[in-house]
């Protein structure tokens, strides 16, 4: 049996009655918080940096603002999802289970 592969979870800058979801750098927000937790842990020193988790991205798509959270975060830290899970709720956000396709590079006309 191949395990499954972790599904990822969009949050949409969305309220469930279709008004766009403020302040307008919420996803950052809510990304940049999530940033120590990634694969392997957090690195401290000179080695670090700044960036966000592959378990939580903020993106925009079709215009719309939204964060990324694979499940694998609760894997992670459980708390960590938990708190991205009811910040949609608490905040009466679209959520949707979906999966990101990578982008393709356009096809070169001949």
């Known amino acids: 049996m191949t395990p499954s592969k972790p599904r990822e979870v969009f949050i949409q800058g969305l309220t469930k009655d279709g008004r766009t979801f403020r302040p307008s750098d919420w996803a950052e927000r809510l990304a940049g918080a999530m940033s120590c937790f990634r694969p392997g842990g957090t690195t401290g020193g000179p080695g670090a940096f700044i960036g966000y988790s592959p378990y939580c991205v903020p993106r925009v798509i079709n215009g719309v603002k939204c964060v990324i959270v694979n499940e694998a975060l609760r894997e ?21 289970e979906a999966c990101l396709l990578p982008e393709t590079p356009p096809k070169r006309s001949e």
């Open 76 to 96: 992670v830290e459980i708390m960590a999802w938990d708190f991205v899970m009811n910040f949609a709720r608490d905040n009466e956000l679209q959520v949707t």
